[in-house]
């Protein structure tokens, strides 16, 4: 059986969730590879709606096993509250369908605060961070200031590691920031309160994966926020902390040898973007309010107003690129029934210059869109579940966004259930 890896080709908010959720049906394994609790993947089903933060979305399928991965942030007490809203809506989650690496590191009670911390120190030049605790938590992993899940199964030596990393962390509460030090009887009360009822959902699920791989199962590996995000390769330093790239998938995962078959890459019919940074397309005033309200471009873990602009074929395209994309996802296309004339971001002008390469972030700042326009096709599509079915000007616009990115567009959106899809041969 092939894998996929589903991944945003943008700044993350593309609609992976619902690509996840309908795509699920014909995998067997769902594994999230990569980021935390600090964006939603919002999707909605027969079980009602959800803004998923750390469950994979494939939850929600009866039969299909759901895998936090080693590259995950997993936060105990955002999971716990999560898993809770989940079952209490009728979805079922017993440690057969859903498994954490015993690998994947804990954020601990004081990156959120850190991450707080660190926000206000920089002011005006902070960088948006939804205070999660990511940054703080992936500097920790690496620098080996943090705990893997699986030793809470060794109560003993988790006690000595967390009174060690204790110490660590308040000396840089105290003497970095001035903060409040954290205490171990809040530790204690962090263990028994939100990473016991987690404990039997912990296991090798490196093993698993390997044994599944070798039975023939297929995987489908879900990625967090999108290409421009990513640390090495986005906006940096306005990016997340973590490789949201399909190459990241197979390590994230905990199944390194594993065989990416195909990756489908989703983007928005229109631009957005939630937190700081360059945002070349953006849209201000009554425009961007307009399409904001109609798209209910709202931050799914921040509820903060995301920014929008008109699709950006630039950065699309160099997103694409990164994920080495087979096929994508085009998602809300509905949303633009509204208007008369489409603006499309076909290049960038940079000090002069015209191009259709995504430059390096330090220039962006002196990147100016270029806008072509296309007819709109001004009537309701979202009951369309056949191509030929689109008015000719939707069809237009899906067909000259293909041709420009170079890459087939396979699934187009109408609207967020899981239903409301159009998929091409």
Not at 366 to 377: F, K, M, Q, R, S
Request: proline share 5%; glycine share 10%; charged share 25%.
């Amino acid at each position: 059986m092939s894998n996929c890896a589903i991944v945003g080709v943008n700044w993350g908010d593309e609609g992976k969730g619902r690509m996840v959720d309908l795509l699920t049906r014909q995998y067997d394994i769902v594994v999230r590879y990569q980021g935390g609790g600090n964006a939603g993947h919002t999707v909605i089903n027969e079980h009602g709606k959800f803004a998923l933060h750390l469950l994979p979305s494939g939850i929600f399928r009866s039969g299909v096993v759901n895998i936090l991965g080693n590259g995950v942030a997993v936060d105990p007490e955002s999971l716990l509250t999560e898993m809770r809203d989940v079952t209490s809506k009728g979805v079922a989650l017993t440690p057969d369908m859903l498994k954490i690496s015993d690998r994947a590191s804990l954020v601990l009670p004081w990156h959120r605060r850190m991450d707080e911390l660190e926000e206000q120190r920089l002011g005006d030049r902070q960088y948006g961070s939804t205070k999660q605790g990511i940054a703080p938590f992936y500097a920790d992993k690496y620098r080996k200031k943090t705990i893997m899940a699986g030793e809470l199964l060794y109560p003993e030596q988790l006690k000595k590691r967390l009174c060690d990393l204790l110490e660590w962390a308040n000396l840089t509460l105290s003497g970095v920031y001035g903060a409040e030090c954290y205490t171990m009887p809040m530790l204690d009360a962090w263990l028994k309160d939100f990473c016991e009822p987690i404990k039997p959902y912990i296991c090798d699920t490196g093993a698993f994966l390997h044994d599944a791989q070798a039975a023939g199962k297929s995987i489908l590996f879900e990625a967090q926020l999108g290409s421009l995000r990513d640390l090495d390769f986005g906006i940096y330093p306005y990016t997340t902390s973590s490789n949201t790239l399909a190459a990241f998938a197979s390590v994230g995962s905990g199944l390194p040898g594993a065989r990416i078959d195909e990756v489908i890459g989703v983007a928005k019919a229109y631009s957005t973007c939630v937190g700081e940074g360059p945002f070349v397309c953006e849209l201000f005033g009554e425009e961007a309010e307009t399409l904001r309200r109609i798209g209910a471009e709202y931050g799914a873990k921040t509820g903060r107003p995301r920014r929008v602009g008109p699709l950006d074929l630039v950065a699309t395209r160099y997103g694409v690129q990164l994920q080495a994309a087979t096929a994508l996802a085009l998602t809300k296309l509905d949303v633009l029934s509204y208007l008369d004339r489409i603006p499309v971001c076909t290049h960038y002008r940079v000090n002069g210059v015209l191009t259709d390469r995504f430059p390096f972030p330090a220039a962006l700042a002196d990147a100016e869109p270029v806008i072509e326009y296309l007819d709109g096709w001004k009537c309701d599509i979202s009951g369309v579940r056949a191509w030929e079915d689109l008015p000719a000007a939707a069809r237009e616009y899906v067909s000259f966004i293909q041709s420009r990115l170079d890459c087939p567009i396979r699934y187009v959106s109408v609207g967020p259930e899981r239903d409301s899809i159009i998929i091409r041969d």
